[in-house]
């Protein structure tokens, strides 16, 4: 092999080797760049995660606050409930006990049996409870019986029952029972609206005396 082929070989080594590094480096740049495109795509992504992940822990914590709203207000409602049951009872109660008042009662006299109202027995007992203590100021006196019986009878609307009973009482005691004019003297332990309804049953009998059988 001659010099020069020696050195034209020599020259081409030199040449082709720089050419070689430099498609080595633009390979290494090219790799460089892609690695560090992928590192700022990454760091986008997981910057991006992060804000994404923010806002569902913002949105729990915006629901759990929530939660614990409606639990209370669900809690006043309860509340609210059972007191408004409570006052439903209680106006129930009330309305029973106001209602009893005007319902039949039972009534036992003389061995009978029968329904009344009670604003009857109410004046029943009245009627029996002012007997009694008639009966207690005047025992052996008799005189007390016919106008009680009158009065009785006047405010259970039996009035001509009311009327010949006083009758009797004018007929025993003309000169006392003629008029109203001494019932407060006569009758001291009546009340006065007693005495003013029994003075309606002497107007009654006045103005048309029963015949006596």
Known sequence: MSVRVLAALGLCTVLVHPAYAF??????????LELRQRFDTSTQETAQ??????????????????????TGANEQLERQVAELQSRQKDLAKGLDDRLRRFEPV???VDGLEFSADPAEKRDFDA???????????????ATWVPPTFALALWKQGQREQAVKWYAAAVRT?????????????????????????????????????PAWP
């Open 23 to 32: 498609l080595e480096d633009a390979e290494a740049r090219r790799a460089i």
């Open 49 to 70: 995660m992060r804000r994404s992940l923010l806002d569902l822990q913002s949105q729990i914590e915006s629901m759990r606050r929530e939660i614990a709203q409606l």
């Open 106 to 108: 039972q009534v036992q």
């Open 127 to 141: 009627a029996l409870e002012q007997w009694v203590a008639s009966a207690s100021s005047l025992r052996g006196n």
């Open 173 to 209: 005691e003309p000169g006392q029972w003629s008029d109203s004019a001494q019932f407060a003297r006569l009758l001291p332990t009546w009340r006065e609206d007693e005495r003013a309804l029994l003075a309606e049953v002497q107007q009654a009998w006045a103005s048309q005396p």
